[in-house]
């Protein structure tokens, strides 16, 4: 269970002290329709393409994931030993829902599915990770995604 | 994850976002989130459950509908645990090999390796018809061979030899330490003895009952014990889960 009271230490008291960011700002973007809306997946699991660069390092940057990528294709380089991967090396929807989203386009129940997904790495300090996002930002934009769901791990 | 959420709503994307530690939303209070009560690295519940992840999906997708935020809601279904009943045939094949045996061991290191050359050899069958049936497998690096290799060398003194595309010896260690897991995970999944194991008790598992867990606790101890930094970091902090040292 993800509860942290029900967490056994010394993970419990590491969560618990982990910095949060706060912010004094609060964005709020309106969209259309759920089922118009083009949604993309952003992942913190540290996945990427089996032949592309590991995740090493908390330099915060991203790796691109394209939309015809299979479970074969997919693998997580995460530097974090602190949690489960066995439900993602039986099933990658248990971290990257891709085939549920083609589902969801497939019904109408949303718009369409991204030609491009990303995952960073979430062991990675969230300042560092400004950076990154401003280019995500763009690259969704050109994707004309408005739907971005993002994933933990 | 929260942060990201702000970030790329700062910039016009609207996000929404699974949380599978509710503290750190409360703090961050990204724009929408939906709580899942799921354990971490599970944060669409079930794995082959496609109707139980479409819910978990749809309810995070559902909350860009909302009219005004930061908006934090919990998932309203939990997933029912194994009993204990279930999963005893995992208990019953921890550590398949016995210590005893007509070799003779120099040092409890060579009699550690010993073990576990015996016990990847069980396994690795069970490995190799999983990757015959679903024609791929989640390791990346180290396939078994390379794997026993690897911690056999380190742990013996020789010289490791650096795999192509991996930066560092303490990269190494650590991404071959991840491929063992999920060999001995793949095994289990493809056994036709097995139960699949809840998470927490094959981690459980194969931290406290077979040779490949004593393997990596034996090379987290070395690294945790060198001088070079990357390797001391990876020995204390990326090889062995919190509370399983």
Redesign the interface.
Known sequence: MARLDTMPEPMRSHLAELPCPVFDTRPWVSGPPLSRRRVAIISTAGLHRRDDRPFEGMSGDFRVIPNTCTAKDLVMTHVSTNFDRTGFQQDWNVVFPLDRLRELAYDSTIGSVAKFHYSFMGAADPAVMETAAEKLAGLLTGDQVDAALLVPV | ????????????????????????TQ?????RALW?????????????D?DF??Q???A???L??A????ILEDFPH?IPKKTDTDQDSLEQLACPVSFAGPVTHETETEKLLDTFRQEMAEFRSWYDIGLEKR??S?V?YFPPEAALQVFTDFLSDKPLTLEE???SFA?AL??A??DL??IY??SV?FRPDMV?PD?AV??RWFWQKTAAGAVLKAVKEKCSASDDKALKMTGK???????QA
Request: no cysteine.
């Open positions: 994850m929260g942060a990201l959420a702000h970030y790329l709503e700062s910039r016009d994307i609207p996000t929404t976002q699974i949380s599978l530690i509710k503290e750190h703090k961050i209070q990204p724009p899942v009560p799921f354990a971490l690295g599970r944060p669409l519940g079930l794995p082959d496609p992840q479409r978990v999906v749809l995070a997708l559902t860009l509908e009219q005004e935020g930061p939990d024609e791929y989640s990346i595309n991996l930066s990269s650590r991404f330490a991840q897991k999920a995970f793949e999944m699949l998470e094959f981690t902090m990326l090889l062995v889960p919190m509370g």
